[in-house]
Nanobody
Framework: QVQLVESGGGLVQAGGSLRLSCAASGRTFSSYTMGWFRQAPGKEREFVAASSRSGGNSYYADSVKGRFTLSRDNAKNTVYLQMNSLKPEDTAVYYC?????????????????WGQGTQVTVSS
């Protein structure tokens, strides 16, 4: 299994931007499909974005398409989520995720390793 540590969450006004980072341990980072999920209070954990192993292809939930960009740096064992034009409905705990399945990994049941989560709060 891979160990994941997120950073970069915080409080931002609507329309603002945040960049989340996820650092992974281990020497097999490039063998994992990497993604981000989020969970708002009282709601199910939902898919946000995923990246192929090489980073050449990315997949997004319709709710974030055009606003969020996922990227990965296999040399640094890190995956990023750039979030622009944030909305109050983006408020949630964001989780980095690693999967041995091919992308897209839209279900939490596809995930083998989770980070601890980072809070993102968007005020109106």
């Amino acid at each position: 299994q891979v160990q994941l540590v997120e950073s970069g969450g915080g409080l931002v006004q609507a329309g603002g931007s945040l960049r989340l980072s996820c650092a992974a341990s281990g020497r097999t980072f490039s063998s994992y499909t990497m993604g981000w999920f989020r969970q708002a209070p009282g709601k199910e954990r939902e898919f946000v974005a995923a990246s192929s192993r090489s980073g050449g292809n990315s997949y997004y939930a319709d709710s974030v398409k055009g606003r969020f960009t996922l990227s990965r740096d296999n040399a640094k064992n890190t995956v990023y989520l750039q979030m622009n034009s944030l909305k109050p409905e983006d408020t949630a705990v964001y989780y980095c995720a690693a999967s041995s399945f091919c992308p897209p990994i839209r279900s939490p049941t596809d995930i083998g390793s989770w980070g601890q989560g980072t809070q993102v709060t968007v005020s109106s």
